[in-house]
């Protein structure tokens, strides 16, 4: 195996996050919802209609390749891509092929050693999605197909990479990366379970030193990261072991299963000509208005890494803390709200905080972080009341969790569950002299110089003071009645 080498090239389709289809006024939000209810003359490709070119969907996609360093067409056109298959009514579907819309992007990924990597992006174009057949009811084999059409026309953009990829490994964080920026510039929502992001390898193997390429196989429809890493590594061991046997790779695809974790054959590969693409004659060239492209550059966000870099230098953050806070767009908007107004110090409180009692609840809850109970600015809160000494650190936890439940301020439950910590020297003065006053043996230790002795005397105090004692004081003082 060592003696060969891969070679992977990743097909990502992303469906745009627009209200409506590519190229009619049906709504986007099909799914789950009943079979063929989201559906007109033109998605079902009825005689005589015309398409319309959706708007939004052309920003997104133009948003999407800018973020990914794309040179945008000054003009691309739309083709018509013909084949039969039941999901597909008009026997052919829009999409664009010679003149696709952007060209030569890069993708930097980041490996597990901390080394650095650039993909190179072929292409990115945009098409419509095709329909779904539907062969069993729950899990009742139905013996014969239903199509639903809910799907067909969806608005995708369709993300080609240089085959720059060399192990499963780098082809996972390629996606990683490459859903990270397609959701911080609002592209796509990237859902795989709803299949808003698919992806197809495209994999064959060399002998290391070696500069062709091999012949190579698509793997179809990998639904998850872990069946793309999983089938590229089933795929460059099946292809080695093929070579060594005396056998030959046949272009070819093929289909994960998951169950099997094999890919297995399923025809041999199209080529481009078998689908006869000419340019689709209802829909004019289109044609990108280059101060409506530097606006949209202008106004795209900061994105994953720069926000990464920013948030490790101002916030002090480790940069575990780092990606972790900056993965959603949604959660690094959340935690710059948490520490506004606060040192560098509180920032780091607050990402503690986030990152561990707030993911917590909300991977329990399976909630997303725009669903979180507890409000950005009610993190701030937390992190004021336990640098002014008002909360000690379990009095935080507490707190959190019971605003949770509540949804009430920090402030408020402070008062309300009587939590406050007491910080007032006079009265944390007269609960040590106590406490001294009936330990004289841990005091006798602690003035031959015993330190440790001091935790009886802080247990002590604790117990008078019901948990309430500024810690911090307490060992202040008791150091000072013990001098
Ligand atoms: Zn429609």
Same mark, same amino acid.
């Given at each position: 195996m060592s003696r060969y080498e891969m070679v992977v090239g990743l097909e990502v389709h992303c469906q745009l996050?627009?209200?409506?289809?590519l190229f009619c &006024?049906?709504?986007? !939000? &099909?799914? &789950?919802?009943?079979?063929?209810?989201?559906?007109?003359p033109v998605c079902t490709g009825q005689p005589g209609v015309l398409p319309v070119l959706n708007e939004r969907a052309v920003e997104l996609a133009f948003k999407a390749a800018l973020a990914l360093e794309c040179t945008l067409a000054s003009e691309s056109i739309f083709a018509r891509k013909n084949y039969f298959y039941p999901d597909l009514p008009k026997a052919y579907q829009i999409s664009q092929y010679?003149?696709?819309?952007?060209?030569h992007g890069v993708l930097a990924i980041k490996l597990k050693d901390g080394a650095a990597k650039r993909i190179g992006i072929t292409r990115i174009h945009m098409e419509e999605d095709a329909g779904k057949l539907v062969h069993d009811v729950g899990n009742v084999d139905l013996g014969y197909s239903l199509v639903d059409f809910?799907? &067909?026309g969806c608005p995708l953009i369709e993300i080609v990479s240089e085959? !720059?990829?060399?192990?499963s490994e780098e082809a996972y964080a390629y996606l990683t990366a490459l859903k990270e920026i397609i959701q911080y510039v609002g592209a796509?929502?990237?859902d795989m379970e709803k299949g808003e992001m698919r992806c197809d390898a495209n994999v064959s193997v060399r002998p290391v030193g070696q500069a062709e390429f091999g012949t190579r196989a698509e793997i179809k429809n990998l639904n998850s990261f872990k069946n793309v890493r999983d089938a590229i590594d089933y795929e460059f061991s099946r292809q080695v072991g093929l070579i060594e046997s005396g056998g030959r790779i046949v272009q070819e695809t093929r289909l994960w299963d998951a169950v099997k974790m094999a890919t297995v054959s399923m025809r041999s590969k199209e080529e481009?000509? !078998? @689908?006869? @693409?000419?340019? !689709?004659?209802d829909l004019p060239p289109l044609k990108a208005d280059p101060a409506w492209v530097a606006q949209l550059k202008a106004a795209l966000p900061e994105l994953p890494e720069a926000r990464r870099a920013r948030f490790a230098a101002d916030y002090k953050l480790t940069p575990y803390d780092a990606e972790v806070l900056t993965a959603e767009q949604a959660m690094g908007d959340y935690f710059e709200q948490a520490v506004r107004g606060l040192s560098s110090e509180g920032a780091k409180a607050a990402a503690n905080l986030v990152t561990t009692e707030l993911l917590g609840k909300l991977h329990a809850d399976s909630l997303s972080i725009a669903q979180s109970?507890?409000? /950005?600015a009610y993190i701030g809160e937390l992190v004021a009341l336990a640098q002014t000494g008002v909360l000690s650190s379990k009095g935080v936890k507490e707190v959190f969790a019971k605003s949770w439940e509540t949804r009430d301020s920090p402030k408020i439950l402070v008062d309300k569950l009587g939590l406050s910590q007491v910080s007032d020297e006079k009265q944390i003065r007269a609960w040590v002299t106590d406490a001294l006053a009936s330990n004289p043996k841990a005091v006798a230790d602690i003035k031959a110089g015993?330190? /440790?002795?001091?935790g009886a005397i802080v247990g002590a105090v604790m117990k008078l003071s019901k948990g309430k004692a500024n810690p911090a004081l307490v060992n202040r003082l008791i150091k000072d009645l013990t001098l």
């Open positions: 996050a627009t209200a409506t289809k &006024g049906c709504g986007t !939000d &099909g799914f &789950g919802a009943p079979a063929n209810s989201r559906v007109c010679e003149k696709p819309f952007s060209q809910n799907r &067909g085959p !720059d990829i060399r192990s796509s929502r990237c481009a000509h !078998d @689908y006869r @693409y000419f340019p !689709d004659p109970p507890v409000p /950005a015993k330190q /440790a002795a001091a």
